[in-house]
């Protein structure tokens, strides 16, 4: 299907329209205008205020998406609180987009360091990867290459789940520097992130010259000492470390590469000593963070991005179960993986109860080793936590949903999540991907007290989690909350009050029109042409009966953004549905119409069989994408089939050859019309 189901609306959503602010989705409806029947989206604001939209439309509306937890007011159709809702997120935008294209504008300034041509040690180094590189690995390395190159300093964000292979695009990074005599400083935000990347350096680089060194808490001071003095005497290659690294002792006079992982995690004074350091060096973000698709887009060429989706080919789906509370049957899940010599994360929804939840994994498994993890312990407890169930000390996690998101447990291949009808599905999607993270099959129970006593929605939610494959596209659909997260922390700052108010997707449209506004882009005022149709042009029931399946259909054809796209979604309806009627043949051929006059900034179209009568508007301050002139030898050039109507109005009479005949020519024709000059002329 033409359209990603994460931004399907069904009955019921949240949406938004882009003239008139948030409303509640009421399904299709039937009317009748200009006697000809056509499909049209209710929608419900507030009070009884009801909107029909055309499903030609549909662009003007998009799914509300926004932080977990908040249920936003409608608005009212005709009132001021969506204009003024939307004049308080640009102005956050305008700071945002402002900040952004100002870092691209110096990064572009600064002088750099311009690395040279790859030697035989690079190659040799490549090649004790071991693995195959997946795709979008390959796509990640070659662009990091490729900024380092470059004379003007690197600053790429590299994108991907844990344990797909954002390490290794790090690690080429690094080595590349060290061949050039530069030195290399990888932050993370916790002690046991930065042992885990220790480690892996450590264990990749150990046939080569690379020294590596890392401070945290757990070095001891003495140790600390050694390895601050080999920084700066140069003899150590790379460090790796917490914020301790931030510290004043810490100098490395060759700095070329920083490496930040998980970078929206660090505090905000230690985001102020990195903006210091960063100026001139090249910078390399590591993060687990999806980011939305628009957002990627937005920032392609201000922020290098490179987005690893591809899971590695070893990697098991996670068998997922939903049952009830037996512990004679837990007891035998917990007992299955220790024999194993694997680790069990067990998961309770609230800290109140956690205590209690220990209490009784200790009885039902006396032989294991079992801690507890939640948010509000002392950060050094919880980082101890963390160190020992990384280190293999710990047998069982009990937890709270705190378990980190950029974080490695290999040994981790079982996942217990108590009280489950408690957890939203992002959740419960975020959770489950903590285990499988090695070619072991891992497991994920989804523990209720009784199948039959839980809420229908809850119910659901978990159906589809079990129902759905973690490696599969439902993963995308279920991080859509993770990708709010994203958003915020990829902006610099979490702006979930303006996302909450306008929805995700406006909020990164308008963020890229300012952006594209700042660069000096052509900017195009976005037309949505008015269409009044007095043909049959739809999708009938008879043709396509699952008003799911038609409203997808509709929502795919008005978004298409060329004839190719529309041309390929009649291919794809033929495949399914069969022959396509007359009213769809209709339908398709006003789209590819609409899209000519949308260029042409076209604020209003009616279709009847034998004519075509375009308005444009007359406000002031409405910008013209097609200039008097052009309108003028147009109509000279058609002789009686085009008029011009004041006060800018034009009347084009179809040839006789049918409706769609006659729309695709008159499609081809205003095609050929001559953008405005500056004054509108």
């Known amino acids: 299907m033409g359209i990603a189901s994460k931004d399907e609306i069904a009955p019921g959503d949240l949406v938004v329209h882009r003239d008139y602010g948030l409303a509640r989705f009421d399904g299709l409806a039937r009317m009748t205008v200009d006697s000809a029947g056509g499909d049209y989206l209710l929608l419900h604001f507030d009070g009884e205020d009801r909107l029909y939209v055309p499903v030609d439309r549909m662009s003007l509306i998009q799914k509300f998406k926004g932080p977990d937890g908040i249920d936003p007011a409608l608005d009212r159709l005709g009132g001021n609180r969506w204009k003024l809702g939307r004049e308080k997120a640009k102005k956050a935008i305008e700071k945002i987009a402002r900040d952004l294209v100002e870092m ?8 750099g360091y311009a690395y040279g041509p790859l030697n035989e040690l690079y190659w040799e180094f490549e090649a004790g990867f071991g693995f195959d590189e997946t795709p979008d ?48 400083v990888m932050l993370c935000p916790t002690t046991v992130l930065a042992e885990q990347h220790f480690q892996n350096f450590n264990k990749r ?33 790379i460090l790796i470390g917490t914020h301790r690294l931030l510290s004043k002792d810490v100098e490395a006079p060759r700095l070329g590469l920083l490496i930040l992982d998980e970078e929206q995690r660090f ?39 490179s987005v690893i989706e591809t899971p590695p080919p070893e990697r098991k789906a996670v068998e997922t179960l939903l049952v009830e509370r037996d512990p004679d049957f837990l007891r035998s899940v917990v007992r299955r993986e220790l024999e194993r010599q694997g680790q069990v994360f067990w998961v309770h929804n609230r800290v109140r109860g956690l205590e209690e939840t220990a209490a009784f994994v200790k009885r039902l498994v006396p032989e294991a080793r079992v801690t507890m993890a939640h948010g509000q312990m002392a950060e050094g407890a919880l980082e101890k936590a963390m160190h020992e169930f990384w280190h293999g000390e710990i047998d069982i996690l009990v937890c709270t949903a705190i378990i980190e998101s950029g974080l490695d447990f290999p040994r981790a291949n079982t996942l217990i999540v108590d009280q489950a009808q408690m957890f939203g599905l992002g959740q419960l999607y975020q959770l489950r991907g903590r285990v499988g993270r090695s070619s072991l099959q891992a497991y994920a129970y989804f523990v209720v007290p009784s199948l039959d006593g839980i809420q229908e929605t809850a119910r659901k939610r978990l159906r589809i989690i079990q129902d759905m494959d973690y490696l599969g596209a ?9 990708r709010l997260r994203g958003a915020g922390n990829i902006l610099g700052e979490v702006q979930s009050g303006q996302i909450s108010r306008i929805g995700l997707d406006m909020f990164l449209e308008m963020l890229d029109d ?18 009044s149709i007095a043909v049959p042009a739809r999708i009938p029931e008879g043709y396509v009966s699952d008003p799911k399946d038609r409203l997808r259909l509709y929502k795919a054809l008005s978004t298409a953004h060329n004839e190719t796209g529309l041309a390929e979604m009649a291919a794809e309806m033929r495949d399914r549905f069969g022959a396509l009627p007359e009213e769809v043949e209709n339908f398709i051929s006003v789209l590819a119409l609409k899209q000519v006059l949308a260029r042409l900034q076209v604020a209003r179209a009616d279709v009847t069989a034998s004519k075509l009568s375009l308005a444009w508007e007359t406000r002031a301050g409405a910008v013209q994408a097609v200039s008097a002139e052009s309108l003028v030898a147009f109509v000279n050039a058609h002789g009686d089939r085009a008029r011009l109507v004041p006060p800018a109005k034009l009347e084009i009479r179809l040839s006789e050859g049918g409706l769609r005949a006659g729309l695709a020519e008159a499609a081809r024709e205003l095609a050929g019309l001559r953008a405005a000059t500056p004054d509108g002329k």
């Open 514 to 531: 300012e952006i594209k506004r700042l660069r000096g882009e052509p900017q195009h005022e976005r037309t949505d042409p008015e269409l």
């Open 104 to 111: 691209y504008a110096f990064r572009k300034i600064a002088k």
């Open 137 to 184: 690995q390959e796509k990640a390395i070659a662009d990091v290459l490729e900024d380092m190159e470059r004379p003007e300093p690197m600053d790429r964000l590299v994108c991907g789940d844990v344990g797909f292979g954002k390490t290794e695009v790090a690690l080429r990074a690094a080595f590349r520097a060290v061949l050039d005599g530069k030195q290399v």
């Open 474 to 482: 439902g993963f995308q659909v279920a991080m859509e909350d993770l």
């Open 205 to 237: 680089l150990e046939d080569f010259p690379v020294r590596v060194g890392m401070l945290s808490r757990f070095v001891p001071p003495k140790r600390q000492k050694v390895v601050t003095d080999g920084v700066r005497k140069g003899e150590i290659d």
């Open 267 to 305: 505090g905000v004074k230690h985001k102020e000593k990195l903006k210091a350091l960063r100026k001139n060096i090249d910078v390399l973000t590591l993060t687990a963070t999806p980011i939305p698709r628009t957002l990627q887009l937005s920032l392609s060429g201000i922020r290098g991005l």
